[in-house]
């Protein structure tokens, strides 16, 4: 069904007609001209990300279902990241005519898994159409007491350098869908080129035989690979593990999400607390299909685990007297420890060479 056929109205509802509330601080969604929130005894927290066709996502490898879960995640992600608790979102969309009223649904339909999970209520947003391919923009609204807020800022020398998951395993699947998108694209442009020849010379049988290639090329064979693919396709938002830190009673001293590769975030957070740090290359966490891959593209593993990206794992610093409680909560790897600022911020290898951490991570305005 076109979008036009039933307006911006009509979608709206088609969207969100069954939308049932989740949170008490949600009191009216849906339906007026704004949203209506109450967060009498808590902190608000705020965060917007904008995805963009083109930029962000690339529609020829994930599907809608999939970025829209995606879409909420990376939100989502940033309210944990800030010790708190995800609490509504509002979504906008930007829609081309290439798009029908079932595509826009597929997108939703990941949008609330994402939500569902985590208990989080949509109660707004906006659609307008686009020239330009599809926009995505998220504000996921969360709580947290004052005394619970975790800033950037607050790392301390001593303090324990510890992430959550692996690292790296994003960043390869991409490469792996951007390879393979290469791969494929190749194939037709070659079978292009000898159909208008064929259709220079007259030659119909030929046409028809290069058009079925086309239509036949055999899709990519990703057997073996597909965790890198899952971490790339189906971001997860760590909220597991700020439930595990609140029931082992650690409070980080400053925490961040890794959306754009684990150097630049460490780098932020040591610019912001006026600290250095030592972190250690055998520490490291990487799944094995992550240095399967690395080395399949002749890339070294560590540089992908430091500057890949889109993980969406935690990066985070506790006080050393916490040291055995970090130890005792799986899927917590502690990567070294924060410095005086003088000392720099560094990466010690495995042979024990020190070399200076750079940001080297994904720039969306590059």
Known sequence: MEIAKIGEFGLIDRLTKDLEKKNESTKYGVGD???????PDKEVLITTDMLMEGVHFDLTYIDLKHLGYKSAMVNISDVFAMNGTPRQITVSLAISKRFTVEDIEEFYSGLRLACDKWGVDIVGGDTTSSYTGLAISITCI???RSEDIVYRNGAENTDLVCVT???GAAYMGLQLLEREKSVYYQQVNDLQKKMAEAQKTGDAQRVSNLKSQISNIAQPDFSGKEYLLQRQLQTEARGDIIEKLRLAGIHPTAMMDI????SSELLHICKQSGVGCRIYEKNIPIDYQTAVMAEEMNMNVTTCALNG?????LLFTVPIGDHE?????EGVKLIGHITEQKFGTMLVTRDNQEFELKAQGWNPLQ
Do not use: M, P, R, T
């Not at 001209?33 to 967060?39: E, F, G, N």
């Not at 990206?309 to 794992?313: A, I, V």
């Not at 409680?325 to 909560?329: A, H, P, S, T, V």
């Open 142 to 144: 969360g709580e947290a």
């Open 259 to 262: 959306s754009d590769g684990l």
């Open 309 to 313: 990206g889109e993980d969406y794992e």
């Open 325 to 329: 409680k970090i130890e005792q909560i």
């Open 165 to 167: 998951g692996d690292l």
């Open 33 to 39: 001209d704004c949203a209506v929130l109450s967060y």
